[in-house]
């Protein structure tokens, strides 16, 4: 049991000392703004106020915690001994020199994302900025509180277990089987017209043999998840078809039945198609299909092209009874998109309220590495390892995200199947 002091408790700090003690240490705290029962007190101690106090571990408040509502300044920002610290707020006496709860918050409440409604990049994050995107820094400043904490008290605080998660995104079942005469025919057109012989030529032998579509690489998928003792997670898109969303009509026989298979198999939640960020209506017929086919409650969620205007998307899934979400990272580029391995409950800010809904930030995108940064296999399995050998030095979830399409070694994935199967070998 830690004991915090304070000379206010609002929902922020409430929320971050949660995290913080609980998700990440494992260990329960109290909160008391009575000063005198804080100095009495023989328990492991933490003042976080702006005087000194005798005897507890010292961290002096920015403000952030005490304020309501959405400020666009940014952080003090210091680098120091190769660590990066935001809030820096530094006075001879305090044990840390950055004040470590604020911007945890700042971090995993996404602050600095609100206002941008589904156009914020990672080029526009403040951990590009500064140069450590790749690093899980809320991870780092926890370890270091833990450490400040083990050595004063003599307690034997230890960060969380790394565990790694496997995730799929089927946003194009199958590149040609099942998709119907019409869009065949209009494919095949365009293809004659661009004089793509490698699209021509794979048609051609799906026609007139038993050849597999490029993008029917789940057999492989599950042989290799079985391989390496692991489960997957399948995000399903079953939007109505239109520009963004192209994937076969949900009534599809044949997608359905490959949905079931999955299902026995994997985990399976719902991919929200893009027209579904603009008529939340979409959104539950997505989940009421994908629930139909399944004959169970849909709880999971990954956001279509990673599309998030905060906090509505979280408060649309969390009314359909989506328990856990997918979405946090970034397309572009790999790296803790919240400064985080450690999944999180989203904290509302407009309501200024925790919410139920827990967020899994995932790392490495297979298009990040390929068409992004243009990383070979070989350097792409070499980025990979980095970022997984941080999650286990600084535990929590190390989390890939897939596509089926990029495992059908066609095209510009053709030598990812390598990639693919180190993460899992390594994560």
Do not use: C
């Amino acid at each position: 049991m830690i004991l915090v002091f304070t000379k206010h408790i609002t929902p922020r700090l409430q929320y971050t000392l949660n995290y913080i003690f609980r998700n990440f240490l494992n260990t329960e705290y109290n909160i008391t703004t009575n000063k005198d029962e804080f100095t009495t007190s023989d328990l492991p101690k933490i003042n976080y106020s702006p005087e000194k106090i005798n005897g507890s571990i010292n961290i002096k408040p920015s403000g952030l915690l005490y304020e309501t509502g959405i400020k666009k300044s940014t952080p003090v920002y210091k680098k120091k001994d190769g660590k990066h610290y935001l809030f820096h707020t530094f006075e001879e006496g305090f044990d840390l020199e950055f004040d470590i709860f604020s911007a945890v918050f700042y971090m995993i409440s996404r602050y600095e994302e609100y206002g941008y409604k589904f156009t914020f990049r990672h080029s526009d994050s403040i951990a590009f900025e500064y140069g450590f995107l790749t690093l899980p820094v809320v991870n780092i400043w926890v370890s270091e509180l833990k450490n400040i904490l083990n050595k004063k008290y003599k307690l034997q605080l230890s960060l969380p277990e790394h565990k790694h998660l496997s995730t799929i995104d089927i946003d194009n079942a199958y590149a040609i089987k099942h998709k119907g005469l019409l869009r065949y025919m209009l494919a095949t057109a365009r293809s004659t017209v661009r004089r793509d012989a490698e699209d021509l030529k794979t048609r051609l032998k799906l026609l007139f043999s038993r050849t597999k579509d490029p993008y029917d690489t789940y057999d492989f998928i599950k042989d290799l998840h079985n391989r390496y003792n692991k489960k997957p997670i399948f995000f399903i898109l079953l939007a109505d078809y239109g520009k963004y969303d192209k994937n076969l009509n949900y009534k599809n026989k044949a997608y359905r039945n490959l949905i079931k298979d999955l299902d026995k198999f994997a985990t399976v939640g719902i991919h929200p198609g893009y027209a579904s960020n603009f008529d939340s209506t979409k959104l539950q017929t997505e989940i009421s299909r994908l629930k139909k086919i399944l004959g169970r409650e849909i709880t999971v969620s990954r956001q279509h092209f990673l599309m998030l205007d905060l906090p509505q998307t979280y408060r649309n899934l969390i009314k359909l009874g989506i328990k856990e979400d997918y979405t946090m990272g970034y397309s572009s580029f790999p790296g803790f998109r919240a400064g985080t391995s450690v999944p999180f409950n989203f904290y509302d800010l407009e309501a200024e309220a925790e919410t139920s809904i827990k967020i899994y930030p995932f790392q490495v995108m297979d298009v990040a590495l390929n068409k992004y940064l243009g990383l070979t296999p070989e350097e792409a399995i070499d980025f990979s390892l980095k970022i997984i050998n941080h999650t286990k030095k600084y535990g929590g979830y190390f989390i890939s995200a897939w596509h089926n399409e990029s495992l059908g070694e066609f095209r510009q994935w053709k030598g990812w199947h390598t990639v693919f199967e180190q993460i899992l070998k390594n994560g």
